[in-house]
């Protein structure tokens, strides 16, 4: 039997000799790079490369090798590309994704529109973000925000996109994709759910909740210890001005200190949400194509190959390029079954090269790419 010591200097020895090898494969890469700069042909040849593989599985000596070879050389090939997408950057090709920088995001003498009625956390999170300076307007649903951007009819929409609790809201983030509107800000608001009721209510007293199915998930275990009946309405604020047209003080919502005085309930209890930390991330959506200078954060939406390994070929380009990858979501895609659409967010700005790096190689290699925003 061979010395352990020796099998191992053996293998540094080969190590050396498949670096070797590997570096002067990418400079004859270079050559590549260059030629498909100065003919306009697309990095990823996708044919090509399933030719290549396949020639390359059948020089293994048997299936096991044949299998450990073609994925070596798809990571080979992915790093091929991956550096042909720097050269090219670095040439001026595909350096600009489409976003003039601005200093700050202007707040007065601004419109914004926001789902719900006052009283709402969105709307919370638009005065809070925005100042007494602007101008609100308030629609029913999430889609006719999004329309009042695109339409003009609006500078911004605030939005609610993500619950620490509950998660992602699931229809702005379609709502995204089907908008070219863009994220520019993002806003946290603490939610604290307040038991509210009429002046003079007591709590002994109270039989029926009216709430948004969320705020009575967000406060199960308060409701269900005094045993009440929950009602399900559109959302808390509604509630609130439901309650406050009743003269029936056995009937209670849940909704914000807020939306409380707006309406003129008196709160019986504050914090009945069982998350003391609560919080929810609004975004702020115009249909300018803008990048606070400050901004540190990409939000992107892909669909790819139903191939494997095509996600981590995906993601394979935020980790090349260093980047920091703080958030990945999927969801359904209409009418495709068991087909996924990815949002991917990660850390960085629209004129950092390692983010245009990455953009360049998820859009070449993805079906439908879309840069939601850098906030």
């Known amino acids: 039997m061979k010395d352990l010591q020796e099998s191992r200097k053996e293998i540094d020895w080969i190590d050396d000799e498949i670096i070797k090898l590997f570096e002067r494969r990418m400079e004859v890469c270079k050559d590549v790079a260059a030629y498909k700069l100065n003919t306009g042909k697309p990095v990823l040849d996708r044919k090509r490369e399933l030719d290549k593989l396949k020639v390359l599985r059948e020089k293994a000596s048997d299936s096991f090798y044949a299998h450990g070879v073609e994925e070596l050389f798809e990571q080979i090939m992915a790093m091929s590309r991956k550096m042909q997408y720097k050269l090219l950057t670095e040439e001026g090709v595909n350096n600009d994704i489409g976003f003039d920088v601005v200093d700050e995001l202007p707040k007065e003498d601004v419109t914004v529109v926001y789902q719900g009625i006052p009283g709402a956390y969105s709307q919370q999170a638009a005065t809070e973000y925005f100042g007494n300076k602007a101008e609100y307007l308030c629609v029913t649903t999430f889609r006719e925000a999004m329309k009042y951007v695109r339409d003009g009819k609006a500078d911004y929409a605030v939005l609610p996109f993500e619950n620490s609790s509950a998660g992602i809201v699931t229809d702005v983030y379609d709502l995204l994709v089907e908008f070219s509107n863009c994220i520019v800000d993002t806003f946290d608001v603490r939610i604290e759910h307040c038991l509210c009721g009429l002046k003079g209510a007591k709590i002994e007293e109270i039989k029926d909740v009216y709430s948004h199915p969320q705020a009575f998930m967000q406060s199960n275990s308060f409701i269900e210890e005094h045993g009440w009946g929950k009602v399900n309405l ?142």
Not at 239 to 260: F, H, L
Not at 271 to 295: L, V
Not at 321 to 328: P, W
Request: proline share 2%; charged share 20%; net charge positive.
């Open 234 to 375: 559109a959302n808390t604020a509604i509630s609130a001005r439901y309650i406050s047209e009743q003269s029936d003080k056995s009937r209670a919502c849940i909704a914000s200190e807020n939306a409380a005085k707006i309406y003129g309930l008196e709160i019986l209890h504050r914090g009945i949400n069982f998350n003391a930390t609560n919080t929810t991330k609004f975004i702020i959506i115009s249909k300018e194509r803008i990048a606070r200078r400050n901004a540190g954060l990409i939000c992107i939406s892909f669909e790819m190959p139903h191939t494997s390994g095509s996600l981590y070929q995906m993601l394979s380009h935020i980790i090349y390029n260093d980047l920091n990858m703080t958030s990945i979501q999927s969801r359904p895609i209409p009418e495709q079954k068991w087909e996924y659409r990815f949002y991917v967010e990660f850390e960085g700005k629209a004129n950092q090269a390692g983010v245009v790096n990455a953009l360049s190689g998820i859009n070449a290699e993805s079906l439908n790419m879309k840069i939601l925003g850098n906030y």
